[in-house]
């Protein structure tokens, strides 16, 4: 019981710390894991509680596995949108990945999650497969495609770009999210937290050279 809670707090500890590595994950994974199979070795002790608790697993991994509905790209892209900009005004911690503190690669991997299995499981792969703006300008696992590259975003035609679409810096080193009306969102270490910019300001993100990518869920 004593192993257990200890497995509980710091599985915790590991869901609300801010910065993340590919270790922590499958350390969270395994603890989860760990936690779900005591407390339904408990339960299945009691008749009231057996089946409860086997439902209660169950039926989230049964929405998982489900194919899911098809999905309408402006909602999502409008959903993914208003999700992004929830984390204004948080402040930016490299390698951060919630409200606490968060980097700009993963803020563009947030905002993905709703109510249908298709669009939670990429939520899930984007999760565990902690993409840097840089491997998503490689298109890495072919997460995204390119658009256009551009001498800067003020000078860019935004009418070629809906929400969501991203820019990456040439170099690789920053990723911002669109939200439409040529307005951009980003965790800035500059400002310290995630804020939008707009076209037309006097921002170094807005003035360098970028390349521009669409999510292929998103397409």
């Not at 509680?49 to 309408?72: E, Q, Y």
């Not at 860019?156 to 939200?179: C, E, K, R, S, W």
Request: hydrophobic share 45%; proline share 4%.
């Amino acid at each position: 019981m004593a192993g257990r809670r200890l497995s509980l707090l710091i599985a915790l500890v590991l869901l609300v710390w801010p910065v993340k590595y590919q270790t922590t994950r499958a350390l969270f994974v395994l603890l989860t894991g760990i936690i779900l199979i005591g407390w339904l070795t408990d339960c299945w002790s009691v008749p009231k509680l057996k089946w409860t608790s086997l439902a209660v697993i169950l039926i989230p991994l049964t929405f998982l596995l489900l194919p899911g509905r098809p999905t309408d790209s402006i909602r999502v892209r409008e959903r993914y949108a208003n999700s992004l900009r929830s984390f204004v005004g948080t402040r930016y911690v490299w390698g951060g990945e919630n409200w606490l503190g968060i980097d700009c690669s993963s803020l563009v991997r947030r905002g993905v999650l709703t109510l249908n299995p298709r669009t939670v499981r990429t939520s899930l792969y984007l999760w565990w497969n902690d993409t840097s703006a840089r491997a998503l300008q490689e298109r890495h696992l072919r997460m995204t495609d390119t658009i256009a590259s551009a001498r800067s975003l003020n000078g860019f035609d935004h009418a070629q770009l809906l929400p969501g679409d991203l820019a990456v810096t040439a170099n690789g080193v920053h990723i911002m999210a669109y939200l439409g009306d040529e307005r951009w969102i980003e965790a800035d270490p500059a400002f310290g937290k995630v804020v939008i910019l707009r076209k037309g300001e006097d921002d170094e993100w807005l003035q360098t050279d970028v390349e521009l990518l669409r999510w292929r869920w998103l397409e």
